[in-house]
């Protein structure tokens, strides 16, 4: 008799993230939070050492895999709003009574919780500017707003100096500054031959979501800020030059993965040589070529997979001869820029106003009854109040999980580090042993981010340190009820009707994938002879008779390529506008798979809330399909400059079935 199965709710609570050890960061973890504290201390500052290693913690965070480039904006931004919040947050404490102080934390929050919808990064930055906040507002202390906000970003800047200066285990000797770049670039080499392995199998729809998967982390970690335009050392052009010749391998794969047919072994053997080439910063030497059919014999010319494999074929000749030059050109990264109108579309929109609300009612209502409780004594005698807001900032964050799991985890995991802090201060000595128990959790910050539940209990421990550090007493009791009172009125706030649909967050999301989608769709489909405008897009007409068009008819503008050469050898001159096309493909898979993280989240959530997006998965899915052939069809008319019925029907079939779903697809500008 097979056991019930756990609610998703439930079974979310207990499901952790895996992989290796991040060594690294937890050797960063450890030279920062405790060697801060002692540094403070040593030096007369407690208070300023006990901020310096505040921020280091929340710095340690936001401290994930990636380049070093990547990591400046990552740990950066969130450090810059952590030090604004400091600094508000501690001339409002001295300013405000109890009623305005509230006020000012629920327009606070509704701000933060607006920008937060924009992406992660930004996310990041608002967690930190309303905890800054709470911790400005709560900690007494004679030091000034901008000397609290200099302790904070000294913090935060010697974890990212050590983030910058310190090589990573398995870095090539000499040269190891972007080694993050080189291993997320060779993680797509290896994602692409494992879907040309998977191809025609059970797991090729699992293996394509890996490939987008490891195309975005390394956009992300070639994306990093830089004082020039363009990539300025030979190095880390020949990795982005590396980073452009997977793209049209990617796509190939694609189009062989949307075939559905099995590729022989020695196609991926290419891909994985270019992968180790790239890890060890070598040359690619000699690659095995698939076995293609000649474009001159027209057995199968109407299956899918040839034009497919000949794609794979000419994008492996390509990359070598990227991987053969000595340096990469000056080039920019072949992504969509979000524009200020994107950004302010997120956040003024329906999921920027739903978290914005929700996170306004939580911090504002958590401030005003943790005041409440201050006020009448029922603390004690220690005077931090903080701890009531700052978990329910934590809380009510989604990119931690769903709901009901970050209430369960929060409140567990405040239990355990509470329990643990108890029994290990009455052991340890002071304060030698609080500078090691710093240290130590500082250290378990890397790894314990896999799961909520751990990241609190280390948070916990790290936190009560802290203060029996700076001269409080042991609060371990206080902490817990405080914790219960936050997660209560999350749950309550989370279950609360706000205007407009429920469910905005997923809803916005998946709207913005399948926009993208049909920007995409519209760019490959659309008549060679008019140019894009800045969406990408070209057609004059409906995707869906545009699909027809192309099957029934052979636009003069558009070749099929002769015999022997490359997809696009036989285009006519200036037509070859595939970096616009890869960038729309790019920004299509991205944004479908940020809306299928969002959807699988609100799946987890209690029924009550779940209901209001359930559908949204076959929407995501119908769009996926239509982005995957949308991809078939582009490598097909480079190589045949017409489309196969399957092709046409597959096309109609996703956008006849997403109107049904109640997403249209828009009609393509001229």
């Known amino acids: 008799m097979s056991r019930p199965a756990a609610p998703p709710w439930l079974a979310h609570a207990f499901r952790a993230q895996r992989g290796p050890v991040p060594w690294s960061a937890v050797t960063r973890g450890a030279f920062a939070a405790g060697p801060l504290l002692l540094a403070g201390v040593l030096g007369g500052r407690t208070s300023f050492g006990v901020l310096a290693a505040v921020a280091a913690m929340l710095a340690g965070i936001n401290d994930r895999p990636g380049s070093r480039r990547a990591s400046v904006k990552r740990l950066g931004v969130p450090a810059l709003a952590g030090a604004l919040g400091l600094l508000v947050g501690t001339y409002a404490g001295q300013g405000m009574t109890a009623v305005p102080l509230a006020l000012a934390f629920t327009g606070l929050g509704l701000v933060a919780g607006g920008v937060s919808a924009v992406g992660p990064v930004a996310s990041a930055a608002g967690t930190q500017l309303l905890v800054a906040v709470a911790f400005g507002a709560g900690m007494p202390g004679a030091e000034s707003g901008w000397q609290r906000a200099l302790a904070f970003l000294a913090g935060a800047?010697?974890?990212m100096l050590l983030r910058l200066a310190l090589p990573s285990p398995g870095s090539p000797a000499g040269d190891f500054r972007f080694d993050g770049e080189r291993a997320a670039v060779a993680d797509v080499y290896d994602a692409i031959a494992a879907l040309l392995d998977a191809a025609g199998g059970p797991h090729a729809t699992a293996r394509r979501a890996a490939l987008t998967a490891a195309l975005d982390h390394a956009q992300d970690a070639l994306d990093g800020p830089r004082l020039r335009r363009h990539a300025s050392s030979a190095a880390e052009r020949r990795l982005h030059a590396q980073y452009a010749a997977a793209l049209p391998l990617a796509e190939a794969a694609t189009a062989l993965f949307w075939a559905?047919?099995?590729?022989?072994?020695?196609?991926?053997?290419?891909?994985?040589?270019?992968?180790?080439?790239?890890?060890?910063?070598?040359?690619?030497?000699?690659l095995p070529a698939p076995r293609v059919p000649r474009a001159g014999l027209h057995l199968r010319a109407a299956a899918p997979v040839t034009p497919a494999?000949?794609?794979?074929?000419?994008?492996?000749?390509?990359a070598a001869q990227a991987f053969d030059r000595a340096e990469g050109a000056h080039h920019r990264l072949i992504a969509r820029r979000r524009s200020v109108r994107d950004v302010a579309r997120a956040v003024f929109g329906a999921g920027?106003?739903?978290?914005?609300?929700?996170?306004?009612?939580?911090f504002g209502g958590s401030a005003a009854i943790a005041q409440m409780l201050h006020h009448t004594r029922w603390y004690g005698h220690h005077?931090?109040?903080?701890?009531?807001?700052?978990?329910?900032?934590?809380?009510?964050?989604?990119?931690?999980?769903?709901?009901?799991?970050r209430v369960l985890c929060r409140a567990a995991g405040t239990v355990l580090g509470a329990l643990v802090f108890a029994g290990l201060a009455a052991l340890l000595p002071r304060p030698a042993g609080l500078f090691l128990l710093v240290a130590v959790c500082g250290a378990l910050v890397p790894v314990a981010v896999r799961h909520f539940a751990a990241l609190t209990a280390v948070i916990t421990v790290l936190v009560l340190a802290l203060v029996m550090v700076g001269g409080e007493p042991q609060a371990s009791v206080s902490r817990i009820?405080?914790?219960?009172?936050?997660?209560?009125?999350?749950?309550?706030?989370?279950?609360?009707?706000v205007p407009g649909r429920r469910g905005g967050a997923v809803k916005a999301r998946l709207a913005t994938a399948g926009t993208a989608a049909h920007a995409y769709l519209a760019h490959v489909l659309g008549d060679p002879g008019h140019t894009a405008d800045g969406a990408g897009r070209r057609a004059p007409g409906g995707s869906v008779d545009l699909a027809g068009r192309w099957a029934q008819e052979e636009p003069a503008g558009r070749a099929a390529r002769p015999a022997g050469d490359g997809p696009m050898s036989g285009a006519p001159a200036g037509w070859d506008d595939r970096p616009e096309r890869w960038a729309l493909r790019r920004e299509a898979y991205r944004t479908l798979a940020e809306a299928r993280t969002a959807i699988a989240l609100a799946a987890a959530e209690l029924p009550a809330l779940a209901r209001h997006t359930e559908g949204t998965d076959a929407v995501a899915e119908v769009l996926e399909r239509l982005v995957d052939t949308t991809t078939a069809c582009a490598v097909h008319l480079d190589d045949t400059g017409r489309l196969t019925p399957r092709h046409v029907r597959q096309l109609r079939a996703a956008l006849t079935e997403l109107e049904l779903q109640g997403m249209r697809a828009p009609a393509p500008a001229a």
Do not use: I, M
């Open 260 to 286: 559905g047919e099995p590729v022989a072994a020695r196609a991926s053997e290419g891909p994985r040589r270019l992968a180790a080439a790239v890890r060890g910063d070598t040359a690619a030497g000699p």
């Open 383 to 405: 005077q931090h109040w903080y701890w009531l807001p700052v978990t329910a900032v934590f809380l009510v964050k989604p990119d931690l999980g769903p709901l009901a799991s």
């Open 157 to 159: 800047g010697w974890l």
């Open 309 to 318: 494999l000949r794609a794979l074929d000419d994008a492996l000749l390509r």
């Open 481 to 497: 009820g405080e914790t219960l009172l936050a997660c209560a009125l999350v749950l309550v706030v989370g279950h609360l009707p």
């Open 352 to 362: 920027g106003r739903e978290y914005g609300l929700r996170v306004a009612l939580c």
